[in-house]
């Protein structure tokens, strides 16, 4: 990378080992711990698939110096949306799903390339890999494709049917 990176994540504690295994103290984190409420059993039968009620946030320097006036997880809330919203495999009561972990991870690649080299975004007017300077042209769909290296088909099992008695 070739600035410092700020991170901010949730209260969830299962981040803080996995920030400092892939970052070590070479990062600015900070964690963002939003504190909810209870709702009254008057409301909770009205708004039972709703949350609770936000009742307040902490913010939390956990390694080195990081602005505590950019701590927010909104980007990320964001982003996780527009995953949400481009990929149907991570809508609620779909069956578009993957069977394999490695398929699942394959997706996930195939996304995070046409969003960051194909896809050129309003607020940027470039692609996210133009405007940090890591491509200068405009990718196309062949172009990732290309980049997927030719295996031989691997067989397939032999299909029994099954039977029913």
Avoid: C
């Avoid at 070479?26 to 936000?54: C, N, W």
């Avoid at 007017?125 to 031989?152: F, H, N, Q, R, Y």
């Avoid at 067989?155 to 029913?164: A, T």
Wanted: no cysteine; net charge positive.
């Amino acid at each position: 990378m070739a600035n410092r990176i700020q991170l901010t994540t949730d209260g969830h504690k299962a981040y803080l080992d996995a920030v400092e295994d892939a970052f070590g103290a070479d990062i600015d984190f900070a964690q963002l711990v939003k504190m909810y409420g209870t709702l009254s059993q008057q409301k909770h039968d009205s708004r039972r698939y709703s949350p609770a009620e936000f009742t307040g946030s902490e913010k939390h320097v956990k390694s080195g110096n990081p602005d505590m006036r950019k701590v927010s997880t909104s980007y990320v809330e964001r982003q996780n949306l527009t995953m949400r919203m481009h990929m149907r495999r991570f809508t609620r009561l779909t069956n578009s799903f993957s069977k394999k972990l490695e398929n699942h991870m394959h997706a996930i690649s195939l996304y995070f390339m046409f969003y960051n080299f194909v896809k050129i975004h309003k607020s940027l007017k470039v692609t996210p890999a133009m405007a940090a300077g890591i491509s200068k042209t405009l990718w196309e769909i062949s172009d990732i494709v290309a980049l997927i290296p030719e295996e031989a088909p691997k067989k397939r099992g032999s299909y029994k049917k099954k039977i029913i008695n």
